[in-house]
């Protein structure tokens, strides 16, 4: 049982190139959710899903799309990449969104833009 | 004013002692209360939650919310090295987990 895995572990881009970061889940969850992590700022989400094809922006979507074609993947987009975008990006599950649900990580992309 | 606020640490204790790890907050809203550990390199993995004010206790790890003074802190008894990690509070009102900045700490044998 893998849980979350996310590909690339680590992607340098230049400015204004684009990317796709993945993210695969074998748990069944609904919920998928996408995070950037900058140092000392915690975890902010930038969009999430509660089932195949429907997604939702979260607090900073702005540079970013998504897409969920199934329950499993939840592909997140960069277009134009700018040097803003350089984070840690983390992919979770969940199988209910309740207020206390378990979200479950995946280990991260580490994005550098140039 | 950040929602959810850390002291981004190191805090750094020898192996043995009691830890204390901290948060304030600021939305009154905020219900559910969560800890995360992550590990360098790692992605998040929960440790506890806990719903309004009061404590739960797991083992060598107790969180207690004071909802009264917007204050969440997680106790860590006979802290190991294995404990050294960043931790993050989290707080939830509706649909969104709010995080705070982490504090890092450092168990040394």
């Known amino acids: 049982n893998a849980g979350v895995t996310q590909t690339p572990k680590f992607r340098i881009l230049k400015i204004g190139q684009s990317m796709t970061l993945q993210c695969t889940q074998d748990m069944n969850h609904n919920y998928m959710y996408w995070y950037r992590q900058d140092p000392g700022m915690g975890l902010k989400l930038i969009y999430y899903s509660v089932g195949a094809g429907i997604t939702d922006k979260g607090e900073v979507p702005n540079g970013y799309n998504v897409s969920r074609s199934t329950t499993e993947d939840f592909p997140l987009r960069l277009e134009l990449a700018a040097p803003s975008q350089t984070s840690v990006y983390f992919c979770?599950?969940?199988?209910?969104?309740?207020?206390?649900?378990?979200?479950?990580f995946g280990p991260g992309t580490r994005l550098l833009v140039l | 004013q950040k929602e959810v606020e850390q002291d981004p640490g190191p805090l750094s204790v020898p192996e043995g002692a009691i830890v204390s790890l901290n948060c304030t907050y600021s939305n009154s809203a905020f219900q559910y209360f969560m800890w995360y550990r992550q590990y360098s390199r790692k992605g998040p993995e929960l440790l506890m939650y806990?719903?309004?004010?009061g404590n739960k206790e797991d083992g060598r790890f107790t969180a207690q919310v004071d909802k009264s003074s917007k204050y969440i802190s997680l106790f860590i008894r006979d802290s190991q090295p294995s404990d050294s990690a960043t931790y993050l509070c989290?707080?939830?009102?509706?649909?969104?987990?709010?995080f705070g900045g982490g504090t890092r700490l450092m168990v040394k044998p």
């Open positions: 979770a599950s969940s199988r209910l969104y309740g207020q206390q649900e378990t979200q479950y």
């Open positions: 806990t719903y309004s004010s």
């Open positions: 989290a707080a939830n009102a509706g649909n969104m987990l709010t």
